[in-house]
T-cell receptor, first 114, second 120 residues
Framework: ETGVTQTPRHLVMGMTNKKSLKCEQHLGHNAMYWYKQSAKKPLELMFVYNFKEQTENNSVPSRFSPECPNSSHLFLHLHTLQPEDSALYLC?????????????FGPGTRLLVL | AQKITQTQPGMFVQEKEAVTLDCTYDTSDPSYGLFWYKQPSSGEMIFLIYQGSYDQQNATEGRYSLNFQKARKSANLVISASQLGDSAMYFCAMREDTGPWDNYGQNFVFGPGTRLSVLP
């Protein structure tokens, strides 16, 4: 059983829709991440939250809006997406202490924008 | 410039044989970590093994071992006794221990991946 869960697992939405992706980690970590994985492209880091504060935003378009209400939950709010936003969105978490900082991933949400 | 290079887009291996997946990296940071992840068709990224830049010995985890050659900046993954369930994408990733204090060492860079197919 994974320590990081994501819902929904699959999502189809039109370009005018508003939807949210949810991530929850049960590992007691204090850092959470959103990644985008498109076909034939390396995994792209989108956002980093450390102790609920956003510390990284890798030039992500404003149609993606993250929210981290606490260290266990992370959301990605989606609105007016484009077809090229279709991808696998992965959430990860890690413990922000000196040392390994392995990131543990959820199963991902497969998003299709029509 | 590519920070992580995986030159093998696809690999085939016979069941029960060993296979090596290549990974080279580029960093000027003396402190960094190297990771391998497995991604089956279900999509989840599964952490396999970690090697720190200061670790003297190669990391091993069960059937996985990491052939770390620091001077050559390579971190190849060796899977011994391949199983059908090993068929998946494999990603090499690096964490550099630089950056502002508030995101120190949190940014992972992933390679493009290698698709491994284990043949019966």
């Amino acid at each position: 059983e994974t320590g990081v869960t994501q819902t929904p697992r699959h999502l189809v939405m039109g370009m005018t829709n508003k939807k949210s992706l949810k991530c929850e980690q049960h590992l007691g970590h204090n850092a959470m991440y959103w990644y985008k994985q498109s076909a034939k492209k390396p995994l792209e880091l989108m956002f980093v939250y450390n102790f609920k504060e956003q510390t990284e935003n890798n030039s992500v378009p404003s149609r993606f809006s993250p929210e981290c209400p606490n260290s266990s939950h992370l959301f990605l709010h989606l609105h007016t997406l484009q077809p090229e936003d279709s991808a696998l969105y992965l959430c990860a978490s890690s413990q922000d202490l000196p040392g390994v900082k392995t990131q543990y991933f959820g199963p991902g949400t497969r998003l299709l924008v029509l | 410039a590519q920070k992580i290079t995986q030159t093998q887009p696809g690999m085939f291996v016979q069941e029960k044989e060993a296979v090596t997946l290549d990974c080279t990296y580029d960093t000027s940071d003396p402190s960094y970590g190297l990771f391998w992840y497995k991604q089956p068709s279900s999509g989840e990224m599964i952490f396999l093994i970690y090697q720190g830049s200061y670790d003297q010995q190669n990391a091993t985890e069960g059937r996985y071992s990491l052939n770390f050659q620091k001077a050559r900046k390579s971190a190849n993954l060796v899977i011994s006794a391949s199983q059908l369930g090993d068929s998946a994408m494999y990603f090499c990733a690096m964490r550099e221990d630089t950056g502002p204090w508030d995101n120190y060492g949190q940014n992972f860079v992933f390679g493009p991946g290698t698709r491994l197919s284990v043949l019966p």
